[in-house]
């Protein structure tokens, strides 16, 4: 039996949005490859130091903006997976709110006032605590199955 008869074909759309999700971290990712040449902080440094850069705020906020998005990624691809096998469509639609979230949390902190991420970034918290609700509805209808 293959894929196609075990998830529902909804489940395209949460295949969807996860790469979707994957558009943006390379974005995140080129757009701290660009912090690196304009605040000069050379590879392999992670984070720059402020006392040998005196703009290593501006760059430690783009670079701890992707770090965090990294952070959460496996968990957000989990809870995607799992929970999109039972609710695809919600999932997606769930996802979707947090790549947008995510996308302003970047752009917030990126400004260097790390604070402007949890304008519109801190309401991504609440699709990913959708998402863990479908994973363990799912969950629960293997247990009980």
């Given at each position: 039996m293959g894929a196609a008869e075990f998830l529902p074909?909804?489940?395209?759309?949460?295949v969807i949005v996860l790469v979707a999700y994957c558009f943006l971290n390379f974005w995140m990712g080129f757009q701290v490859g660009k912090a690196r040449k304009t605040y000069k902080v050379p590879y392999p440094t992670l984070y720059?130091?402020?006392?040998d850069n005196k703009e290593a705020k501006l760059f430690n906020c783009v670079q701890?903006?992707?770090q965090n998005s990294l952070e959460w990624m496996p968990v957000y691809f989990m809870?995607?997976?799992l929970g999109g096998m039972k609710h695809?469509?919600?999932?997606?639609a769930l996802g979707s709110v947090y790549i947008v979230?995510?996308?302003?949390?970047?752009?917030?902190?990126a400004t260097g006032d790390p604070q402007n991420r949890l304008k519109l970034g801190k309401y991504g918290f609440l699709a990913l605590f959708g998402l863990i609700?479908?994973?363990?509805?799912?969950?629960?209808?293997?247990?009980?199955?």
């Open positions: 074909k909804e489940y395209g759309y949460v720059a130091s402020e006392s701890r903006g992707h809870v995607m997976i695809p469509c919600v999932c997606a979230t995510r996308f302003f949390y970047f752009k917030g902190y609700v479908c994973t363990i509805s799912f969950g629960v209808t293997l247990v009980l199955s």
